[in-house]
């Protein structure tokens, strides 16, 4: 029975952002979503107990458990800073492509939060950009990235693979496991100078990186 009613509510839970995404949070009743999942309205009062509730759900869905696998994988001691680093692109464009209403509704929907789930998600977004920064900056410290700025780095990560969720379709040529390792690849490949098995720590690799721009720098001159 437990696992039945958990399979119902993440159902209804997806079908619920479904119609807020495409319609708008004030104008899906209830009645809306009961319909769409084939239930009566009372039926519905089994697994929510109001339309807020069922928004201030699906908000802490997606941020708080997303939060919460972030800070697990910055604590892992197997892996590189530059892996990590690809590790938390790659999965944060999973969960994008794979539930693309969700995000979409966090965007369309913040305006209509309550002041209470508003305070409690705006919390977890300062967390989630936080913890991109520290990733970004782990890798900073190993001495293989660019000259960039972390929380500029941090933020293009971010606002890159929240954009999934207003273009990719399931149906699309490629899958979202496909997807989510190719952004994890470009923008990997963009903050570092190297692949990051090299020793690019201090004065040296300093040097190394700037031998390799300047003989860049060359070569498109000379094109």
Known sequence: MAVRRELMTEALLERAAE??????????SLQDIASAMGLSRPALY????????????????LTAAAVADDEQLRARTDLPPVEKLREFVRVMALRVAQRPHRFRLLV??????????????ARLKRMKLSLAIE????????????ALDPRIAALAILGMTNWLAWWYSPDGELSSETIADQFA???????????????????AGALQRLRRDVERLEHLIGS
């Open 135 to 146: 990733l970004v900056r782990d890798v900073a410290a190993t001495g293989v990235m660019r």
């Open 19 to 28: 119609l807020f995404a495409e319609r708008g949070f004030d104008q899906t």
């Open 108 to 121: 369309i929907a913040e305006a209509t939060l309550s002041p209470e789930v508003m305070q409690a998600h």
């Open 46 to 61: 089994h697994y929510i107990d109001s339309k807020d509730d069922l928004l201030k759900r699906l908000v802490a869905d």
């Open 185 to 203: 690849t470009m923008l990997i490949e963009g903050l570092v100078a190297n692949d990051g098995s090299e020793n690019g720590a201090g004065v």
